[in-house]
């Protein structure tokens, strides 16, 4: 299986990556994607902006094992993660996820896997801005630890 893991500030062009993708992998049948994307939080004040950082190398690894796990669960052929660090604003793509298998129920399942596991495990710290210069660092939720707990039972 052919991996392409990068933290990177630039944004991405999904067709392009897609395209890329499709080179790498042999006998795909299927290709999921998921596009992350910034968003404003509903509140009354309206984000400014949203910095990433991340630990160099130890993000890199964690990620790599993320995709190792997924593809001992389901029999991918390529794989393609791309997350942005650095300056983002509402409405910016943050995170890519492309999983290729064979068959759609395997893509479907490593992508969903792997993104969950990315918002609990990978090491990134976000901290917001919003317009009123108020600032605070983005905490955990439950909500995606119990996503990604789902995974546990086969």
Known sequence: MQVDIRIQTQDFQLQQEYGLLLTRGSNTGSVVGFVGLVRDRDTATPLANLFLEHFPEVTENEIKRIVQTASERWPLTACTIIHRVGELRADEQ?????????????????????????????????KETFSDGLERWVEAKQSDQAAAQQWDTP
């Open 94 to 126: 943050i995170v890519l996820v492309l999983a290729a298998s064979e068959h759609r129920k395997a893509a479907f399942a490593a992508a969903g896997f792997i993104m969950d596991y990315l918002k609990t495990e990978a090491p990134f710290w976000k």
